[in-house]
């Protein structure tokens, strides 16, 4: 069955650190794949999106994910967190009129 | 280019009354779904409306029906209230449907008492 694995529940850094945060998940064939952030009592806003193409995906808010077919992974990086990142992040994949949500990491930062 | 409108923004509501909530999408889009998430649950689907025809289904009771107009805005009601339905209910709008690129709305806060 398709599904989406964010493995991580919370994760916390300092500010001004790297993050990456984990996303695999189980598909038939390639699909497309999203990553959103939902600040609290918000929507969904989407960060980034792979269709094709070029592996490595910048997308707003100086963040990035890289698609890794071999090993069904498309983590989200960023090289330097603000205090204003702090937020919940959720990995999607979508296909053939489907979409799945992954449950979402929560991203504490420390200042 | 407005993005995707939802009313209202918060409700309370008692056990047993029903509810209808609007979702208006991005000019052009055709597609738009609803979810419920819940701390508990997480983001769960509920249906997707394209083109006026309802296209996906979630896992969720017959209380839990949407309709879509021709002008794309759709509706969501449940009916028979449960205090487990209070919950941000999301509406998403695409231009190609659900799988590919979505906008979401703020959502509407329901609280069930």
């Known amino acids: 069955a398709q599904s989406v694995t964010q493995p991580d529940i919370h994760i916390t850094v300092s500010e001004g650190a790297s993050l990456e945060l984990r996303c695999n998940y189980s598909y038939g064939a390639t699909p497309y794949l999203f990553w959103y952030v939902q600040s609290p009592g918000q929507g969904l806003q989407l960060l980034l999106k792979?269709?094709?193409?070029?592996?490595l995906v910048q997308g707003i808010k100086g963040f990035e994910a890289e698609f890794k077919r071999s090993q069904s992974s498309f983590n989200l990086r960023k090289p330097s967190v603000h205090w204003s990142d702090a937020a919940e992040y959720f990995c999607a994949v979508g296909k053939d009129d489907k979409i799945i949500f992954g449950k979402g990491t929560r991203l504490h930062i420390l200042p | 280019k407005a993005g995707v409108t939802q009313t209202p923004r918060y409700l309370i509501k008692t056990r047993g009354q029903q509810v209808t909530l609007s979702c208006s999408p991005i000019s052009g889009h055709r597609s738009v779904s609803w979810y419920q998430q819940t701390p508990g649950q997480g983001l769960q689907f509920l249906f997707e409306?394209?083109?006026?025809?309802?296209?996906n289904k979630g896992n969720f009771p017959g209380r839990f029906s949407g309709r879509q107009f021709s002008n794309s805005r759709s509706e969501m009601n449940v009916s028979t209230l449960e205090l487990g339905d209070s919950a941000l209910y999301l509406c998403?709008?695409?231009?190609?449907?659900?799988?590919?690129?979505?906008?979401f709305g703020q959502g509407t806060r329901l609280t069930v008492v």
């Open positions: 792979y269709f094709s193409g070029d592996t």
């Open positions: 409306y394209f083109s006026e025809t309802q296209r």
């Open positions: 998403a709008s695409s231009s190609l449907g659900q799988g590919t690129e979505a906008f």
